[in-house]
């Protein structure tokens, strides 16, 4: 952007090329063939080695060489130490027909899937709001990012007293009989608390981004669509929506990756419970570390990455080139 | 383009030549959403200055009467806040000085020498963080950090630096590219080395961008219960929110400890966070969009 704007910097910039051209000659000259980057034969300063290999060592020792030693004992029988064989697939036949994990996956799926769209509908319908013509406008935005910054373990004990024991004594109070039992001790129900819990701290994210979306588009869309007879309803669906589409897009898969590694809040709230039926991907690979089945949730969560990565694809393919929104 | 519009005000711009109504019925049933939103943690609050008494008559939206700071001072000793809070406070600036100057490293690097194949692909791979979840590599890591003597509140620095390396390192770069060159060359003419322009010119250009990676390094690191619940092994090592696990296996019946433990673990991030909206804010929008 900047580089066109101003004489200055274009004609700084064509000086640098002239700098540049006969330095690369002279290197082609040097070594041979293949002039396909002319400033790649610039020496590259020692300094800017001493800049980047310590983060790609760090990262290399606390990422990737734990990712490969796991994706390494999931084709193994270690229980985490000790002596320990190579077992083939055994794991992973094992995981496609273990009830325990194929319920954890569909609970996992299905609660991502339901908060990302009630995150979406909620963040949606509060950007309109925060940018029509309100009052306590920052105030107002202020606060609704709040829950963004609260710990998720915390404020799910927080609601986890809510739900189990205010909610149950107004309902006492009141004679509502459906609010008397707690929405965590039900095995059928406890995974809506979750959902709720989880939207409660995941909306102002989206919020912010959709806010964003909403501020791009240009007012005089709207005025057009006023002259023309549209109500307000129909620029929201015609109009808005269309517009932010892009926006959409990114809220929903980063909603949805967010979701998919659920843990702190579920620890919180119902600890997996009641029994094991609000148990997340997340705490079966780590209760398999107390377990003794480390080989086996190893695979789990070898598993667990190729759809990691599986979603991420999708992610690339749907938002790219949409960076110009 | 729409981080810079995120902070200023989009409608008062907009309307800036003719005088609008204000749209009331809107601005109700937001504060109404505004109030849910608070609710928690106006309970939070309350129950936290209730005495023993009143924290158990089961009315949780009651105001506290008497004020009472019983809550504050038994939780205090029971979870050993001082020293917990200290580990908190050790791990959150540990990770947020080496996020910054790890990031802020090698992205300038980067940048610098785009045209180079091991830089290009040091980005990519340091941006592959973004695609792991944290459980995947888990057990290999609690397994690594124990046998390393790193199973303390180091460890913990360094893995959460590392998770939060590809965000940081996404914004710095789209950041560095925008500073031009010209900049850099008059430091150089005037001789100053690679080292010295880092710290002279760029590293204050990139203020602002520090600014956003560091508050959400803080927020990252400050309010996590998963990473260190399981890589540090002392409990008396443990951060604030690992601790208050305490409340749901004893004391669970002295609500008004553990609610101002959960105040007092939580107030610096909400503080924090209210000193540096716009970072938080900006912080969002460019890593969506850029991501």
């Known amino acids: ?325 | 383009m729409t981080n810079t519009s995120m902070t200023t005000k989009p409608a008062s711009s907009k309307s800036g030549t003719k005088v609008e109504r204000v749209n009331w019925p809107a601005t109700t049933v937001l504060v109404l959403c505004a109030v849910t939103v608070l609710l928690p943690l106006y309970v939070t609050v309350s129950m936290a200055f209730k005495t023993q008494g009143q924290a158990v008559d089961g009315n949780a939206f009651s105001f506290p009467a008497p004020f009472s700071l019983d809550g504050f001072v038994q939780a205090w000793t029971l979870t050993n806040f001082p020293v917990g809070a200290a580990m908190s406070l050790l791990v959150t600036a540990g990770t947020v000085l080496a996020t910054i100057i790890l990031a802020a490293f090698a992205s300038y690097a980067i940048v610098r020498n785009w045209e180079r194949r091991l830089f290009r692909y040091s980005f990519f791979y340091l941006l592959g963080a973004m695609f792991i979840p944290f459980p995947v590599v888990a057990l290999p890591q609690i397994q690594l950090t124990g046998r390393l003597g790193l199973d303390n509140p180091f460890g913990v620095i360094l893995l959460a630096t590392m998770f939060q390396l590809s965000f940081s390192v996404l914004l710095f770069t789209a950041f560095l590219r925008s500073i031009p060159m010209e900049l850099e060359e008059s430091a150089r003419i005037d001789g100053a080395t690679t080292w010295q322009t880092f710290w002279k010119l760029i590293f204050p250009l990139l203020a602002p961008m520090s600014a956003t990676v560091g508050i959400f390094a803080f927020l990252y690191a400050w309010n996590d219960f998963m990473m260190p619940s399981l890589i540090i092994s002392d409990p008396a090592m443990q951060t604030l929110p690992v601790r208050q696990n305490l409340f749901q296996t004893q004391f669970s019946n002295n609500y008004h400890v553990s609610f101002a433990s959960y105040l007092m673990a939580m107030a610096p991030a909400i503080v924090a966070y209210l000193f540096t909206q716009r970072w938080v804010m900006a912080g969002v929008t460019q890593g969506a969009v850029k991501g």
């Open chain 1, 1 to 325: 952007m900047s580089s066109i704007s101003t004489p200055t910097t274009s004609s700084g910039h064509s000086r640098r090329n002239q700098d540049l051209s006969p330095r690369s000659r002279r290197a082609k000259g040097h070594q041979g063939p293949r002039p396909r980057h002319p400033r790649s034969k610039r020496r590259v300063e020692p300094i800017f080695y001493v800049f980047l290999v310590p983060s790609l060592v760090l990262f290399t020792l606390a990422i990737t060489v734990p990712g490969i030693i796991g994706i390494f004992f999931s084709f193994t029988n270690s229980i985490g130490i000790g002596d320990w064989d190579f077992v083939g697939l055994t794991n992973y036949i094992a995981i496609f027909s273990d009830p325990a994990i194929l319920q954890s996956y569909l609970f996992t799926f299905g609660f991502s899937i339901v908060t990302v769209i009630a995150v979406n509908l909620v963040a949606f319908l509060l950007a309109v709001g925060l940018t029509a013509r309100i009052r306590m406008k920052t105030a107002l935005r202020t606060i609704f990012v709040i829950p963004m910054v609260v710990s998720g373990i915390i404020i799910a004990y927080v609601f986890n007293f809510l739900f189990s024991n205010s909610l149950p004594s107004l309902g006492a109070a009141t004679g509502v009989p459906w609010l008397e039992s707690s929405l965590l001790a039900n095995p059928d129900l406890a995974w809506i608390a979750v959902v709720l819990v989880t939207a409660w701290q995941a909306v102002p994210g989206a919020l912010l981004i959709y806010i964003a979306g909403l501020v791009a588009v240009p007012g005089d869309v709207y005025e057009a669509a006023e002259i023309d007879g549209a109500g307000k309803f129909q620029q929201l669906v015609k109009i808005t929506l269309p517009l932010v589409a892009g926006y959409v897009v990114i809220n929903i898969i980063l909603g949805f990756k967010g979701f998919l590694n659920a843990y702190d809040i579920i620890v919180g709230l119902t600890n997996g419970g009641p029994g094991t039926s609000t148990r997340s991907i997340a705490m079966t690979v780590i209760a398999g570390f107390n377990g003794g089945d480390y080989a086996y949730q190893m695979a789990n969560a070898t598993i667990f990455f190729v759809v990691a990565i599986l979603i991420s694809l999708v992610q690339l393919s749907l938002t790219r080139g949409r960076n110009a929104l």
